[in-house]
T-cell receptor, first 112, second 120 residues
Framework: QSVLTQPPSVSAAPGQRVSISCTGNSSNIGAGFDVHWYQQLPGKAPRLLIY???NRPSGVPDRFSASKSGSSASLAITGLQAEDEADYYC????????????FGTGTKVSVL | QLQQSGPGLVKPSQTLSLDCAISGDSVSSNNVMWNWIRQSPSRGLEWLGRTYHRSRWYTEYAVSVKSRINIKADTSKNHFSLQLSSVTPEDTAIYYCVRAIISSDAFDFWGPGTMATVSS
């Protein structure tokens, strides 16, 4: 089950900015492990959007940015576009005694 | 590219078997790990396990499925597979084979997914 907490949904008009939070604890994000973010378009597999807390893979627009602080992380989308309407998930390393990797609950971004 | 194959319907108590064929990379590569992740409305995204090669083969599994799962690599076919035994309707999900690159430990390449339904 998902261990990292995200808001279920956020929405904004085209061109606006949205921010998605990802809250963990001292066993995962708070332990210093990196946070990665994924975008999942409807009916598609997730796609890596941000790795290592704030790095964008080649091909990801610079309107996507992310940061991490303490036991939380956040993803920001500026200049929101219709094609950004998707589900977004954070992910970190968990406690290897239980699970190696943990995911967020997911946030649906709607473009009004 | 990752190409998935396997039956979409499995009966309760039987074994779910899925394959993931790799092209453009090697299952034996020393800088990647090969994972299985599933997604369902009730459990969200759930990491199941991984295999990787570092002078020998390693496998690691999620505690939730550890007693029922087996992940194997086949170097002759350049693919890796998932077997999940004693399935129940709770195992109904989309199953993804996924590459993780060790430099970041992020899941950088995902297969298209296979919808597996457990039903009699």
């Amino acid at each position: 089950q998902s261990v990292l907490t995200q808001p279920p949904s956020v929405s904004a008009a085209p061109g606006q900015r949205v921010s998605i939070s990802c809250t963990g604890n001292s066993s995962n994000i708070g332990a210093g492990f990196d946070v990665h973010w994924y975008q999942q378009l409807p009916g598609k597999a997730p796609r890596l959007l941000i790795y290592g807390n704030s790095n964008r893979p080649s091909g990801v627009p610079d309107r996507f940015s992310a940061s991490k602080s303490g036991s939380s992380a956040s993803l920001a989308i500026t200049g929101l576009q219709a094609e950004d309407e998707a589900d977004y998930y954070c992910q970190s390393y968990g406690n290897s005694r239980n699970d190696f990797y943990v995911f967020g609950t997911g946030t649906k971004v709607s473009v009004l | 590219q990752l190409q998935q194959s396997g039956p979409g319907l499995v009966k309760p108590s039987q074994t779910l078997s899925l394959d993931c064929a790799i092209s453009g990379d090697s299952v034996s590569s020393n800088n990647v790990m090969w994972n299985w992740i599933r997604q369902s409305p009730s459990r969200g995204l759930e990491w199941l396990g991984r295999t990787y090669h570092r002078s020998r083969w390693y496998t690691e599994y999620a505690v939730s499925v550890k007693s029922r799962i087996n992940i194997k690599a086949d170097t002759s076919k350049n693919h890796f597979s998932l077997q999940l035994s004693s399935v129940t309707p709770e195992d109904t999900a989309i199953y993804y084979c996924v590459r993780a690159i060790i430099s970041s430990d992020a899941f950088d390449f995902w297969g298209p997914g296979t919808m597996a339904t457990v039903s009699s």
